[in-house]
């Protein structure tokens, strides 16, 4: 089993790029930036235009102080692992070459070490995070523990982010743009339909509310269950218990059932029940 990869100490410790060495020569070589091109698989998207402006100042002044990170393809380009922030600042800056290690990686190890460098960093939003997480585990079969694994994670920290994808796509814009924060998203996420989410997150936006006062909503939106003489006693617990975690349930005199799709269905079910 691949030993889990702990954030605290940095990508170079991840991929050893303290030992790399290019075409015979030094750890580190000059590479043509004509002959470089994005990740398409990049986890980050937002690239904000003043602090990229920033950066290039500063690289006209200082250069290039941190080696970016490439994979040499066969056709003699190279494909960005880790840097492409300070790639576009290069441009910007008019520089010809920039300082980086060349790397042999597959494209899962690629898109990993894309993904792990830029939550390092704190690059990226929790939706390009749960994306980024999603992308991996549906393009090399890896489960919710596989994926914790892989990125130094525990399995409810991943849990948690993939459930933002649950979340209308208005929410998870304002996610994007840092209109609500990971606190505010799960404690929407408790409620009952995307119509009531939104009127949440517009309550959120239009009053700036604590998230203790977004889960107070919350629970305010959970329709009551009035016991009816009409319905027996397992019955009424088989409501309630459906009620608070969405799912189907049966009781019986020695048993319960509760229902779920999948695998993630099941980790929800055990996260909500701890």
Request: net charge positive; no cysteine; hydrophobic share 35%.
């Amino acid at each position: 089993m691949k030993k889990s990869l702990g954030l605290g100490r940095g990508l170079d410790a991840l991929i050893d790029t303290t030992h790399v060495s290019t075409a015979g020569s030094s750890s580190i070589s000059e590479i043509p930036l004509r002959y470089i091109y994005a990740n398409p698989d990049q986890p980050r998207h937002n690239f904000d235009p003043e602090s990229l402006e920033e950066l290039a100042q500063s690289i006209k002044e200082h250069g290039v102080i941190a080696p970016i990170t490439l994979r040499k393809n066969s056709n003699n380009d190279y494909m960005i692992i880790a840097g492409e922030r300070r790639y576009r600042a290069s441009k910007m800056a008019g520089l010809d070459t920039i300082p980086a290690y060349v790397r042999t990686a597959k494209d899962e190890q690629v898109m990993e070490w894309a993904l792990i460098e830029n939550i390092q960093r704190e690059d990226l939003n929790a939706i390009e995070i749960a994306l980024a997480y999603q992308k991996l585990m549906d393009d090399y079969q890896l489960t919710q523990e596989k994926m914790a694994e892989r990125v130094g994670k525990k399995r409810a920290t991943v849990a948690n982010y993939l459930r933002l994808l649950k979340l209308p796509a208005e929410i998870q814009i304002g996610i994007k743009e840092k209109m609500i924060d990971m606190g505010h998203a799960r404690a929407i996420l408790g409620s009952p339909s995307p119509e009531s989410q939104l009127d949440i997150y517009k309550k959120i936006i239009h009053n700036g509310l604590s998230v203790r006062k977004v889960e107070e909503l919350v629970n305010n939106t959970k329709p009551e269950i009035k016991p009816s003489t009409n319905v027996n006693k397992y019955e009424q617990q088989q409501l309630l218990l459906e009620q608070k975690l969405g799912r189907k349930v049966k009781i019986t005199a020695k048993k319960l059932t509760i229902s779920f799709k999948n695998e993630e269905e099941l980790n929800r079910l055990i996260e909500l029940l701890s």
